[in-house]
C-alpha cells in the first residue's frame, strides 16, 4: 500500500502541474485531490483475489472517469515494454516514424550506421513537435525555428543565438527513449527501470516472460512482409476493446456469423502467462470452393496492456488499442502476409474483406457497450467462468499495476 500511496501521490503531483501559475486551466488543489481519491476508490473496488467463478468485473467508472485514465497512463502505459510499431517502418537508414501515447509524443528512427534509436518527439527550444507522420530524413529540423538534430539525437544546429550565455549545445540534444525490437516488433518503454545496456538481450523475458517460447514455436517472431495498415477510431474506452478480444469466443457465434462457421469453437482454450494471455482454437475444414484464409488453426495472443497478435494460416495480424480519452480509442490493424500468398490478389482481397467486416461488427458491439457503461442501470457485471479467463486475467494485472 505504500507502492501504491507514492504512485498516487506523483499522479496528485502531475495533476498539479496544471495549476501552476501561466497555466490556461488551472485546477484547484481540492479538484486534484479529488481526482486522486477517485482513481484510488475505482481502484480498490476491483477486487482480483475473488475466485472466477464468485467475482465481479470491475465498476464501470474504470470505463469512463477520465481521472481513472490518467491514472492508467502513469502506472501502466508508461511503465515497462510497450508496443508501438513493426519493423517493416524502419527497413532502411534514414526512416523513422512517429506517435503518441497519453501526452508523451515520441519518434523511432533508424540512423545512417543501421541503428535504432527513439527520442521524445519534442524541441529543446521552445517546445515544438520535431516530425510528423513517418518517411525518411537525415535529421530531424524544428519547423519552429530552425534547431537541427542529428537521428542520434544530438544538437547539430541552434539558430540565431548569438550572445546566448550558459549555453552547452550538448545539453540539450533530444530527450531518449529506451527503444528494442523482438521478431517483427518494435517497442519503446518511456520509464527508467530498465538497466541493460543491450535491451534487445532481456526485452522478450521483460515483454513476454514465458509465454515466449510459445509464440516463437507458432510463428509470433517470424518476419512476414507486411500487407496493409488499417486505424479505426472507436468510441469506447480502450479497455472495452480488450475485454471484447479476450472472452474467450463468448461473443463470436452471436456477432460474428461468418467467422463461426470457420471455427471449431468447442476446441477454444485460455492459457494465461505472467503479462500474456494465449486463446486458441481449431479451423473448420474449408469447403472446397472457399479460400482457406483461416488454415487449421487460430492462435489469438494478448500481450498486457493493449497488443493483440493474431496468427492464422498464412497471415497474422496485429490489433493495438491507444487510449485517445476515457470513451475512444485508436485501434491500429496491421497485417502481414506469408511470401506464398504475396503473389494472389484474390485471397488477399478476399482476406482482407472477410476481416473488415469483423471489425466493423465488433466495433459495433464495443460501442454499444460504451453506451451502456454509461448508464445508470450498470454498476458492475459477472464472468462466465468457463470461458472468460483472459479477460480477469487482465482485469488482475491492471489492478495490480494501479495499486501496487
Known amino acids: 500500500m505504500a507502492t501504491a500511496a507514492r504512485s498516487l501521490a506523483a499522479f496528485s503531483s502531475a495533476s498539479a502541474k496544471s495549476a501552476r501559475p501561466g497555466h490556461c486551466s488551472a485546477a484547484a488543489p481540492s479538484r486534484v485531490a479529488a481526482a486522486a481519491e ?13 475466485p472466477l ?23 501502466v502505459f508508461l511503465r515497462g515494454w510497450q508496443a508501438v510499431g513493426h519493423i517493416g517502418q524502419l527497413k532502411n537508414p534514414n526512416d523513422f ?12 528512427c533508424r540512423d545512417a550506421n543501421g541503428k535504432l ?36 539525437g544530438t544538437l547539430l544546429k541552434a539558430t540565431r543565438i548569438s550572445g546566448i550565455k550558459n549555453f552547452n549545445k550538448n545539453d540539450f540534444g533530444l530527450i531518449p527513449i529506451k527503444v528494442a525490437t523482438w521478431g517483427p516488433f518494435v517497442l519503446a518503454r518511456f520509464d527508467d527501470e530498465s538497466t541493460e545496456d543491450n535491451v534487445d538481450d532481456v526485452v522478450g523475458d521483460e515483454w513476454l516472460g514465458s509465454a515466449s517460447d510459445l509464440l516463437i514455436t507458432n510463428g509470433i517472431d517470424t518476419s512476414l512482409p507486411h500487407i496493409c495498415r488499417r486505424e479505426y477510431i472507436i468510441n469506447c474506452n480502450w479497455k472495452v476493446f480488450c475485454d ?11 456477432a460474428h456469423g461468418a467467422l463461426a ?5 468447442q476446441s477454444y482454450e485460455t492459457l494465461a502467462y505472467e503479462r500474456v494471455s494465449v486463446q486458441r482454437c481449431e479451423s473448420a475444414p474449408a469447403e472446397p470452393d472457399d479460400f482457406d484464409r483461416l488454415g487449421t488453426k487460430a492462435l489469438y495472443a494478448f500481450v498486457y496492456p493493449n497488443f493483440m497478435i493474431n496468427r492464422y494460416g498464412p497471415w497474422m495480424d496485429t490489433n493495438l488499442a491507444v487510449p485517445l480519452d476515457s470513451t475512444r480509442c485508436k485501434v491500429v490493424f496491421d497485417y502481414f502476409l506469408d511470401e506464398s500468398m504475396l503473389d494472389d490478389q484474390n485471397f488477399i482481397e478476399g482476406s482482407l474483406k472477410d476481416s473488415e467486416q469483423i471489425q466493423m461488427e465488433d466495433i459495433a458491439l464495443c460501442e454499444g457497450v460504451q453506451r451502456g457503461l454509461e448508464s445508470p442501470a450498470y454498476g458492475v457485471g459477472r464472468y462466465a467462468p468457463s470461458v472468460e479467463m483472459a479477460m480477469h486475467h487482465f482485469h488482475c494485472l491492471l489492478h495490480a499495476n494501479l495499486s501496487g
Open 261 to 265: 462457421s470457420g471455427l471449431q469453437l
Open 38 to 50: 477517485t482513481a484510488r476508490r475505482l481502484v480498490m473496488e476491483f477486487d482480483p483475489a475473488v
Open 117 to 152: 534509436h527513439a527520442f521524445h518527439n519534442v524541441c529543446r527550444h521552445h517546445a515544438s513537435l520535431l516530425a510528423c507522420g513517418s518517411g525518411q530524413k537525415t535529421c530531424f529540423q524544428c519547423p519552429y525555428h530552425g534547431w537541427t538534430y542529428g537521428l542520434d
Open 244 to 254: 471484447n478480444y479476450l472472452d474467450g469466443g463468448y461473443h463470436v457465434p452471436y
Open 53 to 75: 467463478a464468485s467475482a465481479v468485473t470491475p465498476p464501470s467508472g474504470w470505463y469512463t472517469d477520465p481521472d481513472f485514465l490518467r491514472l492508467e497512463l502513469d502506472r
Open 97 to 108: 516514424f512517429t506517435g503518441r501515447l497519453g501526452n508523451v509524443e515520441f519518434v523511432i
